[in-house]
C-alpha cells in the first residue's frame, strides 16, 4: 500500500544535541512538507520541497534543516539552534497539480 | 496573527445532537481543506472545497466554501463517538502555492 511513513514515532534528544526526524513516501508525490504542531496553535510550516534537490523555509524554519536527495525521501533535523523543540512533528506530501495532501503519523519530539 | 479562525476551539455534544465548526479568513481561500484528527496522530483528510458557495458531503459530515470563499463551515449530524477528535481547517494562501497554512483545530469531545 501506498503511504508516508514517520519514524520513529517518539524521540528524546538532550540538550544541546541534533537529532533527524525521518519521512519516506511511496505515493511518487513531488512535494513534501514538514509541520509543526503545538498544542492549541494548529500546524504552522517549517520546510517544504517541491522538487527534487530544492526546499524553501516555512514560517518557522529557524532552528531546522532539511535535505531532498531523493524524491522518496525528506529527513528533517532538529539542531542544537531550536531553543523549544519539544513538539508533534508532522510530514506531508502532494503531487504538484493535485491539492491533496496526505501525512505521516508524527513523531512526538520531547527535550529531556 | 493566525491567517485561519477556528472557531469554537473546544466543542462537547451529546451523543446524536448536530454540531457546527467554523472556518475563517481575512483573505480570499484558494482551496479550502478540512481533515480530522486523533490525539497524537496524523491527519485524515475529509474534503476539499474550491468553489465559492460549494457543498460536500461524506456520509454525515457536510462542508460548505461561502460565496465570497472567505469563510467554511462543517457540519456533523447526528453526532456518534467515531466523530470525536481534532478538526483542522486549512487553505492555500495563493493560488497554485501548495502551501497550506491550518487553523489552531477544534476539539470535539462527545458524551454518551
Known amino acids: 500500500d501506498g503511504g508516508i511513513t514517520q519514524s520513529p514515532k517518539y524521540l528524546f534528544r538532550k540538550e544541546g544535541q541534533n537529532v533527524t526526524l525521518s519521512c519516506e513516501q511511496n505515493l511518487n508525490h513531488d512535494a513534501m512538507y514538514w509541520y509543526r504542531q503545538d498544542p492549541g496553535q494548529g500546524l504552522r510550516l517549517i520546510y517544504y520541497s517541491q522538487i527534487v534537490n530544492d526546499f524553501q523555509k516555512g514560517d518557522i524554519a529557524e532552528g531546522y534543516s532539511v535535505s531532498r536527495e531523493k524524491k522518496e525521501s525528506f529527513p528533517l533535523t532538529v539542531t542544537s539552534a531550536q531553543k523549544n523543540p519539544t513538539a508533534f512533528y508532522l510530514c506531508?506530501?502532494?503531487?504538484?497539480?493535485?491539492?491533496?495532501?496526505?501525512f505521516g503519523s508524527g513523531t512526538r519530539l520531547t527535550v529531556v | 496573527s493566525q491567517e485561519l479562525e477556528q472557531s469554537p476551539q473546544s466543542l462537547i455534544v451529546q451523543e446524536g445532537k448536530n454540531l457546527t465548526i467554523n472556518c475563517t479568513s481575512s483573505k480570499t481561500l484558494y482551496g479550502l481543506y478540512w481533515y480530522k484528527q486523533k490525539y497524537g496522530e496524523g491527519l485524515i483528510f475529509l474534503m476539499m472545497l474550491q468553489k465559492g458557495g460549494e457543498e460536500k458531503s461524506h456520509e454525515k459530515i457536510t462542508a460548505k466554501l461561502d460565496e465570497k470563499k472567505q469563510q467554511s463551515s462543517l457540519h456533523i449530524t447526528a453526532s456518534q463517538p467515531s466523530h470525536a477528535g481534532i478538526y483542522l481547517c486549512g487553505a492555500d494562501k495563493m493560488w497554485g502555492a501548495q502551501k497550506l497554512v491550518f487553523g489552531q483545530g477544534t476539539r470535539l469531545t462527545i458524551n454518551p
Open positions: 506531508a506530501s502532494s503531487l504538484r497539480g493535485d491539492y491533496g495532501y496526505t
